[in-house]
């Protein structure tokens, strides 16, 4: 299983990037992906969940209304569309499995595979 983030980088306050995750492995298919972010001198923080087959979505508090999580099954791709970007959204950001559905999405524990990150930066 691989998972590779894209679409980082630099952006104004208020600017919009969108992020990408591209899944991989010929037998994998994932219950549910999320999204984590790590700011400098800061825990790992979760930022949002959907899962693969219903399209259900969760957010953190911080990034409700402004973040959307979405994916394409057939290009087993998830996306984080984010706008009106803040400098305090300024982090790597990672994308990860899912695995232990049964358990709460938004501790990284439980989440087995991660992608190696994607900076994003923003300007004040």
């Known amino acids: 299983v691989q998972l590779v983030e894209s679409g980082g980088g630099l952006v104004q306050v208020g600017g919009s990037l969108r992020l990408s995750c591209a899944v991989s492995g010929r037998t994998f298919t994932p219950y549910a992906m999320g999204w984590f972010r790590q700011a400098p001198g800061k825990e790992r923080e979760f930022v949002a969940r959907?899962?693969?087959?219903?399209?259900?979505?969760n957010y953190a508090d911080s990034v409700q209304g402004r973040l959307t999580i979405s994916r394409d099954i057939a290009k087993r791709t998830v996306y984080l569309q984010m706008n009106s970007l803040k400098p305090e959204d300024t982090a790597i950001y990672y994308c990860a499995d899912h695995t232990n559905y049964l358990r709460d999405y938004k501790l990284g524990r439980n989440y087995n595979y991660w992608g190696q990150g994607t900076q994003v930066t923003v300007s004040s």
């Open positions: 959907i899962t693969w087959s219903g399209g259900s979505m």
